[in-house]
């Protein structure tokens, strides 16, 4: 790991895509970076990144990952509890198919801005090094549970 970059969303905004493409544009490695990874299209409950835009914005291709398919009904119930839900429901449906790829017999869902699916599935595959999940995204999770759960530098300090 060469760095760490951290930005805020608005939970249930609609702040994400801009606030990433930010994040990335203006860190020092952005010129070492091949790809951004998500875990998901969403972010902080329904603040739904926009892959195509972010894509555009960075000129990187863009995986978004999941572990379980969404139940288009529930997260179609789901978004009716907020403000401009069709608006949030249509970011949705534009981030295109959700393609179905598996690493060890372990399916992942991917959506994909940018990128071939058949690239996508190469990098998911060579990168889920420790899990049946990619690393970038198991070590995300690792650190923001520390932040999330109080965490301090020296906590950090113990992962590494």
Same mark, same amino acid.
């Given at each position: 790991?060469?760095?760490?970059?951290?930005?805020?969303?608005?939970?249930?905004?609609?702040?994400?895509?801009?606030?990433?493409?930010?994040?990335?544009?203006?860190?020092?490695?952005?010129? /070492?970076?091949?790809?951004?990874?998500?875990?998901?299209?969403?972010?902080?409950?329904?603040? !739904?990144?926009?892959?195509?835009? &972010?894509?555009?914005?960075?000129?990187?291709?863009? !995986?978004?990952?999941?572990? /379980?398919?969404?139940?288009?009904?529930?997260?179609?119930?789901a978004l009716r509890n907020l403000p401009d839900w069709e608006e949030r429901w249509k970011s949705i449906e534009?981030?295109?198919?959700?393609?179905?790829?598996?690493?060890?017999?372990?399916? &992942?869902?991917?959506?994909?801005?940018? !990128?071939?699916? /058949?690239?996508?599935e190469k990098i998911v595959r060579i990168t889920s090094?420790?899990?049946?999940?990619?690393?970038?995204?198991?070590?995300?999770? !690792?650190?923001?549970?520390?932040?999330?759960?109080?965490?301090?530098?020296?906590?950090?300090?113990?992962?590494?």
């Amino acid at each position: 790991m060469d760095g760490v970059m951290r930005t805020d969303v608005t939970v249930d905004g609609r702040d994400a895509t801009e606030r990433i493409a930010e994040m990335i544009m203006n860190s020092t490695h952005y010129r /070492q970076l091949r790809l951004t990874m998500l875990d998901s299209i969403t972010m902080a409950g329904f603040n !739904i990144v926009n892959i195509h835009h &972010l894509f555009e914005e960075t000129k990187l291709p863009v !995986i978004a990952l999941t572990r /379980q398919k969404p139940s288009n009904d529930e997260v179609r119930a789901a978004l009716r509890n907020l403000p401009d839900w069709e608006e949030r429901w249509k970011s949705i449906e534009e981030a295109g198919e959700l393609v179905e790829t598996s690493v060890r017999r372990t399916p &992942l869902f991917m959506h994909l801005a940018g !990128i071939s699916r /058949q690239d996508a599935e190469k990098i998911v595959r060579i990168t889920s090094t420790r899990a049946n999940f990619p690393e970038p995204l198991r070590v995300a999770h !690792i650190l923001a549970s520390g932040l999330c759960q109080g965490g301090t530098v020296d906590d950090f300090r113990q992962l590494t």
